[in-house]
């Protein structure tokens, strides 16, 4: 009928939300793209990052569409912290499977947690600003301690990965087959390792920032 009472469809909207899903369409090709050149377990970190930054805006623009929020933030949050995780996980890859020493694990997942609580407050100021909520500095602090507990968690699930042997994903050489059964594993690691607590964390900080 054309009706929108609440004002939250628009070509405005439209608009920026196409924008904001070209923009990560195009991150995650090119991102995918340098992990294939690179190779190795460097190239698997950054296709770890690809990965995060794929699935974190596709679930960041779905919940955003399901809760009746702003989907452009939805997908830009979901790729920030989508990036943040893959990081993490991909720290976790290189430790679990031996290239740092035990300083460099330890310096690695420490990375891994900064990064994190970085993305955390740009999720939470994103999160806001295009929502039309009031931002202050202790819910962005909230907002990335959450995550970087959660990034924590990302890293064991990563090191786990690593130690598995099963790392190999961005090799050019591997069967589509091999490519996607890879995959399919990191995510089942992911989801009994990080996507729990993950969960749990976000509820805590819709209480504690929201009052959700």
């Not at 996980?89 to 609580?117: Q, R």
């Amino acid at each position: 009928m054309g009706c929108d009472p609440l004002g939250t469809w628009s070509f405005k909207n439209f608009f920026k939300t196409l924008g904001a899903a070209f923009l990560v369409i195009t991150a995650v090709v090119v991102t995918a793209a340098l992990a294939i050149a690179t190779g190795g377990l460097a190239g698997v970190a950054i296709m770890s990052v690809a990965t995060g930054m794929a699935f974190g805006s596709i679930g960041g623009g779905v919940s955003a569409a399901i809760n009746g929020t702003d989907i452009t933030a939805g997908i830009l949050c979901g790729f920030v912290k989508g990036a943040a995780v893959g990081f993490a996980v991909g720290m976790g890859i290189a430790t679990g499977a031996g290239a740092f020493s035990l300083i460099g694990g330890l310096a690695a997942f420490g990375a891994s947690v900064s990064v994190n609580m970085m993305a955390g407050m740009i999720n939470y100021g994103i999160d806001n600003s295009l929502n039309g909520r009031e931002k202050n500095w202790e819910g962005a602090l909230i907002s990335g301690g959450f995550q970087a507990l959660s990034s924590a968690f990302a890293f064991v699930g990563g090191t786990i990965i690593g130690a598995s042997g099963r790392f190999n994903i961005p090799k050019a050489k591997n069967t589509p087959f091999k490519w996607s059964s890879n995959v399919a594993f990191s995510m089942f690691i992911k989801f009994i390792t990080y996507y729990p607590f993950d969960y749990s964390f976000k509820i805590f900080k819709n209480q504690k920032i929201y009052g959700w």
